[in-house]
């Protein structure tokens, strides 16, 4: 199997990033209060909400430019309107309710599951155009 190439290697790096900082936005209140440094204590809940919606418009941009993967781009888009729009009317600032967190990661997990053949079958992440 060929070395993954740089905008694949981008892509699953700024992945990683953004649920990095959704794991945080989740005990944010709790790693406040034990005094912990992270990106979503020192940006703030709507702050680090927005930095993930940043993070996925770019792998959208990555999907759709080097694989032209309109799906992942797309998935990637509606991801970061979900969190735009969380910061700006849904929870905002607000922790996130116990039962939304277990029913998102029992949800997200299938997804994980399902896709990773899907990806692996289809080789997305293969450069179209070199």
């Not at 941009?61 to 781009?73: G, L, Q």
């Not at 735009?84 to 996130?96: C, E, H, N, Q, V």
């Not at 289809?122 to 179209?128: A, H, I, K």
Request: aromatic share 14%.
């Amino acid at each position: 199997v060929p070395q993954l190439s740089a905008p694949a290697m981008a892509f699953g790096a700024l992945f990683a990033m953004h649920c990095h900082v959704f794991g945080q936005l989740m005990d944010v209140e709790e790693d406040v209060a034990a005094g912990r440094r992270t990106t979503a204590s020192v940006t703030g809940v709507v702050g680090g909400k927005l930095l993930v919606a940043a993070l996925m418009l770019a792998e959208a941009v990555i999907a759709f430019r080097w694989f032209t993967h309109a799906v992942v781009a797309a998935f990637m888009v509606a991801g970061a309107a979900v969190f735009l729009g969380d910061a700006i009317f849904g929870y905002r600032s607000k922790p996130y309710p116990v039962f939304f967190s277990k029913a998102f990661f029992l949800g997200w997990n299938a997804l994980v599951v399902v896709t990773a053949y899907v990806v692996w079958k289809t080789g997305v992440f293969m450069l179209v155009d070199g």
